[in-house]
């Protein structure tokens, strides 16, 4: 048996390209839509958020896509990731499955994000935007972005929910050392901010009424652009480097994953991880089993429906064919806060369409009583998200050891939890609730979306 | 010019052994001394306290120490650690310095302390004992030895200084993540901390009385040792892994430092790195200068006297030479905890006298504007601690920049600063203070030195 714990790539392997999906998919992905003609939209319509080189990458269908020199030069600073051979896990499990995982946590902001931050603020500098506008929950999109803005010379301006603004200042803190500007949302900032805010001065904010202040900035202002963490099919695009670095990394270690297991929110780190290896096998290659894990209280992949709907609360955005809980669905307050979202990647969703991937649900406690187990066999503490791919990856072990087979399991650890001890405090005080949505809201939400004529 | 970031040693270039400076020192180590009877103790008169194992690698002056294979598994979880070359870093001083630092905040924990809490336990467990007492104040130690002790299989019990305690408790949930019992000092669980309490109910503790609290419970129970987590000399010895790998890696680089800078609390990340450069410059190699960054609100190096004193306020401790601003010295409350001792590791104090390096202090502000420039030019936040540091190399690249000389600077980036963002958010704020301690206190706390015959 190797010994060997982690598996390092040189610099010179770090991926000069991304893999694109779109490319080998059985049946192409269903059109995006105008919200008011209902009909498809192309290019020009995005502009005014975003630069045409991440447009194009958006809508391509070419296999492989570049990642320029420059990006690759930032890259560097953590990349490429290492992969780790669990064995002490193994062991406390007692499973004869080999488990792997790739990890994330080594970048700077200490996520998965700054993998697309990077060639988002990269396209845009090379655009001649001066600046870029987005929206944070707990912060990891955020404290990203700005991280990248800093390192391609753009002024980045962050709208984030008001209550974790107040609650969770430390990673305003980390943007505001990477010098991004930190505004809670609602704000008086906007047209839109403003209102909300004279209808509910103490609004606490959301995702959604951040969204809708990004976007404004961005639509408004000739110099600035919009920037999203998650979902849009270049985000995911840009995540596949986790998935191309993790084959090289199978193959040093003379294994290949029987299953692929993910943690989905809006999606990125999972598809980031699973969409090379989905292609590889959709050209020829062997076929994991792709295991998606989200949070029973936001349960998109498995209790959604898969229409047309929104991707934000205001209804400013294009209509896309996904998993939905409905734009109007608001998750509980859970921990894992990035994976928050009513929606599913549509490529994501597509891909479930397909039969290509498979999706489980945990409730918080599950995850964090997984995310201790992990932090004493292998040290890492993982982020609230990633408990979630922890839980599914322990589960498909004890299967494992359960019918006596020793298949091999490869995870994507997407983050550290060193932002999010107090997570782990509640959760030893017995403080987690294991929150559940209202069926009704849920029930309401669904009956709300938008009507698409087949 | 080469464009290599990262140099990464695999695991099999793990060092096999520990580099132990006391071989190669001129002139040995003034004696410990019994508090009681001002005579050198032996091994047997600290055996209440630490396994024979770790005393015989305190008083060792073999050169190389051997790494047990257990302790070396664990290690493989996160290291060889990464060098890297401070490309971005060098442009933004526009210094033709070759900056490269050593990076120890990819462990579990965040930080360097690792390296010795994890042999620490093996030593400890392999003695058959069954539980480790320590104390911590902001919790780096702490967090550590409570992940080293879940690996070997010891229950850990941390007094943690009661108003970091209430004040920081992200560490804290850590620290029971990892399955140890963190407890505020002083306490109700030992004598010394109940008489501290019978003084002052709401006594907000202090390193001195947590250290106290520490060693009576390790001295009373016969299967409960204490551990350390800086300052003494088999601390350091662990340590010099850092060092040895960064040796490797200087060559994989094709370069060898001119200048190495590390900050100074009790001095054990400093000595890890520069020692194994100070022996290989003792055995006929390469002299580079050695300058140990302390903080000038707490400059044990630069202010103190190199004199016989007590490792803690309690006076439990043996007497040993080294630079001390006296036991009863209390320094400011600035925010890297880390650095705040009185006194600096005999070791490095012996050095220092023998003339193998140098020192210097800087205050807070100084260092937190160093590592706010760092962080944007390289991405990694540091920990306040490691500011020093940061400080201490960019003053080195800047002193090349006037000099015109190309010289190439290694440094040692102790610890991420994610557990630390509360103080980076004050220094946005404009509310850190360069608090200096009181002269008159340093005055009357080396004055209260005690009084031994040369």
Not at 164 to 186: F, H, N, V, W
């Amino acid at each position: 048996m190797s010994t060997q714990t982690k598996y390092l790539l040189q610099e010179s392997q770090l991926p000069k390209f991304w893999y694109n999906i779109q490319a080998d998919l059985p049946k192409p992905m269903p059109p995006v839509l105008h919200p008011g003609t209902l009909q498809p939209i192309g290019p020009d319509d995005l502009a005014p958020l975003f630069p045409m080189s991440l447009i194009l990458q958006e809508v391509s269908t070419e296999r492989e896509i570049e990642i320029p020199e420059p990006v690759r030069e930032v890259f560097r600073l953590w990349r490429p990731a290492p992969l780790f051979r669990a064995h002490r896990l193994e062991q406390v499990l007692g499973t004869p499955a080999k488990i792997f995982y790739k990890y994330e946590g080594v970048s700077p902001a200490g996520s998965h994000k700054p993998n697309s931050a990077i060639p988002q603020a990269f396209f845009n500098a090379q655009a001649g935007v001066k600046r870029l506008s987005t929206e944070t929950g707990a912060g990891q999109w955020g404290s990203s972005l700005a991280m990248a803005g800093q390192m391609f010379g753009l002024d980045v301006t962050v709208y984030q929910v008001r209550v974790s603004y107040d609650q969770k200042p430390y990673r305003r803190a980390l943007m505001e050392t990477y010098g991004a500007r930190c505004i809670p949302s609602p704000s008086n900032e906007t047209e839109y901010g403003r209102a909300v805010l004279a209808q509910r001065p103490d609004h606490p904010g959301s995702l959604g009424i951040a969204i809708s202040e990004a976007v404004e900035v961005a639509a408004k202002n000739e110099d600035t652009k919009y920037a999203l963490g998650s979902v849009l099919n270049h985000v995911l695009l840009h995540q596949t480097i986790i998935g191309l670095e993790a084959m090289e990394q199978m193959h040093m270690a003379d294994a290949w994953p029987d299953v692929i297991v993910g943690c989905t929110g809006g999606g990125s780190n999972f598809a980031g991880l699973a969409f090379p290896f989905i292609g590889h096998g959709l050209r020829g290659g062997a076929k994991p089993r792709i295991v998606a894990v989200e949070p029973a209280a936001c349960p998109s992949l498995t209790r959604g429906k898969y229409a047309y709907d929104f991707g934000d609360t205001a209804h400013l955005t294009p209509l896309t064919k996904m998993h939905t809980l409905g734009s109007t669905f608001t998750p509980p307050g859970f921990h894992a806060g990035g994976l928050r979202y009513h929606g599913m990647a549509p490529l994501i969703s597509h891909c479930k369409q397909l039969g290509l991937l498979d999706a489980v649900a945990y409730t918080q406690n599950q995850c964090f009583e997984a995310g201790v187990q992990f932090a004493r066999a292998e040290g890492i503490v993982p982020a609230p998200e990633a408990n979630h791919a922890v839980r599914g990856a322990i589960e498909e072990a004890l299967r494992c050891k359960r019918e006596g087979k020793a298949e091999t399991i490869l995870f994507n650890l997407s983050g550290h939890g060193h932002f999010d001890m107090s997570a782990y405090q509640a959760y030893f005080a017995g403080g987690l609730k294991d929150e559940h949505y209202d069926e009704n809201e849920l029930a309401q939400a669904l009956s709300g979306l938008p009507s698409v004529p087949a």
